[in-house]
């Protein structure tokens, strides 16, 4: 293993063996999934073209939360923090887990109550928050743009907490909402561990980073075999939490959450179409967008799935260049 290393980067020798493991689990888990008909529940109010999707398997986050243990496990030797960002991807994917369980059970698009949902979240927010603020120092650093990574702005306790932990809770579910449709929070997710591969090589403290990156990354990937139009398995709840979990977590240890906002634009927009078709429609009893979150109103004006995906994903590409352009 060692003389692989050196002649290929260890990220590279962990994405390909992450995706490998993760293409070689969707060929036992899919049929798996199938057979005792964990098949996801749709949305009585969503288009049309969804009604079809009804039954298609859940739980596929596993197919990338197995290899990123396995994988990443076994760098977490060398690197306890590896081991940090897995087990609060793992926490995040926890709640998910029983959200997904509670909806196959219930055979209905209801798993856990908003108030369980976010007790969890909250849970494991403010276990990685203490833990992060304790013990890594850009935890309590922002870095601001066209300042750059040279100069981030350092925040005292009573604002690093609460803000680590809103922002952990809010990317999480941001993530969730844009997992709509075939292949977008699939897409959109590996874009951004792209941007965040890049952005902690300008560190040489990060390298653990850039591990972690690639591992999820190639698990992803694997997934997104079987999750582009049309999708053989959803990666549910449990993939879509803890993908937001791990992507927070990532920008929280590098003082670049704002970046990840930026780079992350498609996920800003979905929980903010939520946000503002909520707040408008108590207030005025009318809608802003035809469906919210954002992709189902780019469906209900017309556009195909496949096309919502595509503008959705060069988005995510021009965001991430500028994030980089802004370091």
Not at 105 to 121: E, S, W
Not at 160 to 172: K, N
Request: contains cysteine; aromatic residues 10%.
């Amino acid at each position: 293993m060692d003389k692989i290393f050196n002649i290929i980067p260890h990220q590279v020798v962990a994405y390909i063996i992450s995706l490998a493991m993760a293409i070689a689990l969707a060929r036992f888990l899919i049929p798996l999934l199938k057979r005792i008909k964990c098949g996801q529940p749709q949305r009585e109010e969503g288009p049309a073209s969804h009604k079809v999707k009804s039954g298609t398997p859940t739980f596929g986050g596993l197919l990338f939360l197995i290899p990123l243990v396995l994988v990443g496990g076994w760098y977490a030797l060398k690197d306890h923090r590896i081991l940090v960002l897995i087990l609060v991807t793992l926490g995040f994917g926890l709640i998910g887990f029983l959200d997904d369980y509670l909806k196959v059970v219930k055979k209905h698009n209801t798993g856990l109550t908003p108030r369980q949902k976010m007790l969890g979240l909250l849970i494991v927010s403010g276990a990685f928050t203490w833990y992060a603020v304790s013990y890594i120092p850009e935890a309590s650093t922002l870095v601001i743009p066209f300042l750059g990574l040279k100069a981030p702005l350092t925040l005292p306790v009573v604002i690093a907490v609460p803000f680590s932990i809103f922002v952990l809770v809010a990317f999480s579910n941001a993530v969730n909402l844009t997992d709509g449709l075939d292949g977008l929070a699939g897409t959109v997710t590996t874009i951004v561990l792209l941007f965040l591969t890049v952005m902690s090589t300008f560190n040489n403290e990060w390298n653990y980073i850039s591990t972690f990156c690639a591992i999820l990354a190639g698990g992803v990937l694997g997934f997104l075999v079987f999750n582009l139009h049309p999708a053989k398995i959803f990666m549910g709840d449990v993939g879509a939490l803890a993908l937001g979990g791990a992507l927070s977590a990532m920008s929280l240890m590098t003082g670049a959450a704002i970046y990840l906002a930026i780079a992350g634009i498609i996920y800003v927009a979905e929980a903010l179409s939520v946000v503002i078709q909520v707040a408008w429609f108590k207030r005025t009893q009318k809608r802003v967008f035809l469906m919210a979150p954002l992709h189902h109103h780019y469906e209900y004006k017309g556009w195909k799935e496949t096309k919502v995906v595509i503008i959705f994903t060069l988005i995510t590409i021009v965001a991430c260049a500028i994030a980089l352009l802004l370091l």
